[in-house]
């Protein structure tokens, strides 16, 4: 018998000993960081609403209770009493029975009226009828991307099922090694924006978090070819902090070359992840370059995907435990919190971070129990990187925006299609709103409207007052008529030229490709145009060239010949707008951490931007920091 099992049937002794006499446990498996329990007597668990809480906190493990097929009520019964059981007002929308786990998956308008206080109406329903409900948000606006996932997850579970033990069996086997040591190897993102990518290492564990390429490079693919990391199987899980593809866009490869194991994120961040990879293939593929994977590896991510919420303590190996914490950054964007052995040590990744909150966020958890280490971006950590108030920024842009339709112009926003698109469409919609500028239409174009509508899936990761706003149809502010998506392509892109004033929102921010360069060749040469950059422009890029006053600009035909086209439009750059902290944020976050970090590396920023935050941090707070390079190794222990 392996350690394993062995560990598995001690399991199964101590909770039948804590469970009444009329409840009976029929198997105890793991499943990724998970122990399920089954059980042929699921309606009594239900009635007892402490016991899974209770044996949760003895055994210090996640627990999921699931029936044996058997003693279930039959699909067609089990609907009509699970809807009595659900006030009409959640709006269910389908439910989904899945035999084989025992689950019923509930999708509704309003999951929590589904919940029930405390999991009240869950209890009942499994009282009722012995299936154990799981419960998903209906899209408030339709989303191709959340329909997919879903439906992708729906077919390959008894696959994922098979996935989960074994990651559940490698998350709970024994620690082999006696020594103590944590160690992080830089992969990329150090020095430089883009391709981030780290190695955290213990005796027993590799754990690599992010693994993104680096817009307008040559150079975007991490190290991953080092010793560290080779062969890639012998990685014990990855951790992504986020969406944005300089974080998540070469995920796929790594299951390319033989990585199977899970990725642990928020579930918003595996949507948005599938969305921006799929649309990083498009992009590649119509700029005549080889896409690095195929779309079937990113399903295979998806698939390989265990979602996280924020707050909850994870076993992800023998000896580390990861917790997830709002980064405040875009949608799902969290800190990753790492707790290694028995208290032994602790680090922190910060992705990508705002400390302040914004329209779309709240500002970025800065509370943990313990942190030695802290890895964080410095995206703008130089001494001069102060960005102007949100609220100053919004007031410039409304003025741009009044000064362009004055002399009937167009006003194009070249936005990151997750989080700062959403944010801009809740400045305009409530600047129309209250008459601070005429209305006029909104056109949204790339991925924009889809990630709204992801947005409005997930409202709970989202900044309190706007998640209430979202609960109401009538006051969703994502719904304001004057949005407009296109998805007409060319067409609709000429009817919109030859219009009247209008806003237009595009992908990609940086201006690297997708259909922001089929607006400029619509709207570049006219001298009434006004092109506002709300994001940070990396070097390398196009966008970085137009912002530094390039006016004659490469594009390409279509058929691999490149054109020049000449840009008379105006030319502006409102800062605020930026997911990221700014100089101040990144010092209050270090600030205001009770207790404050032993080190500090200073890392996703150009190389002035790294040097400039970790000698501030060193004098200010006399700690120990640095500026890594790429492929550096850090020991603390």
Known sequence: MSTVERQLEDLKETITSELPSNITVSDVKYEGPELVIYTRDPKEFAQNGD??????????????????PDVLTPPEKAREQVMNVIPEEAGVTDLDFHIDTGEVVIEAAKPGMVIGRHGST???????????????????????????????????????????????????????????????????????????????STPETRILVDCGDKPGAEDEVPYLHVPEVTPLNSIDAVVLTHAHLDHSALLPLLFKYGYDGPVYTTEPTRDLMGLLQLDYLDVAA?????PPYESEMVRETIKHTIPLEFGDVTDIAPDIKLTLHNSGHILGSAIAHFHIGDGLYNVAFSGDIHYKDTRLFNGAVNEFPRVETLVMESTYGGRNDY??????????????????????GKILI???????????????????????????????????????????????????????????????????????????????RQDVTDGGPAIILSTSGMVTGGPIMSWLEHLGG?????????????QGTMGRRIQNGWDEIPINDGNGRSNTLKLNMSVETVDGFSGHADRKGLMDFVRTMNPRPEKVLCVHGDESSTQ??????????????FAPKNLETFRFL
């Not at 119509?286 to 080889?290: A, I, L, Q, Y």
């Open 51 to 68: 016991l899974i809480r209770t044996l949760a906190s003895k055994l210090r493990k996640r627990i999921t209770v699931r029936p044996d």
């Open 122 to 200: 869950l209890r009942e329903i499994t009282q009722k009828v012995g299936w154990t409900p799981e419960v998903v948000r209906t899209p408030p606006i339709e989303s191709s991307t959340v329909s997919n996932v879903r439906n992708f997850l729906k077919q390959e579970r008894e696959e994922r099922r098979d996935i989960l033990e074994r990651i559940g069996r490698q998350i709970h086997r024994r620690e082999m090694s006696k020594e103590d040591w944590v160690r992080i190897t830089t992969l990329g993102c150090c020095r430089e924006v883009g391709r981030a990518s780290f190695l955290l």
């Open 286 to 290: 119509k700029e005549g370059r080889t």
């Open 387 to 408: 960005q102007t108030d949100q609220a100053d920024s919004e007031a410039r842009l409304i003025e741009i925006i009044n000064e362009t339709h004055e002399k009937g």
């Open 414 to 492: 070249p936005a990151f299609a997750v989080g700062r698109s959403q944010e801009i469409m809740l400045v305009l919609e409530e600047a129309m709103r209250k008459g601070k500028i005429p209305k006029m239409p909104v056109h949204l174009d790339g991925m924009i409207w889809e990630a709204t509508a992801i947005h409005t899936t997930y409202p709970e990761y989202l900044r309190d007052d706007l998640r209430d706003r979202i609960f109401h149809e009538d006051e969703n502010p994502f719904l304001a008529p004057e949005f407009n998506h296109i998805d007409g392509g060319e067409e609709e």
């Open 526 to 538: 006219d001298d009434r145009t006004t092109l506002v950059f709300v994001g940070y422009q990396a």
């Open 612 to 625: 400039d935050l970790s000698s501030a941090l060193y004098h200010e707070f006399n700690m120990r920091t």
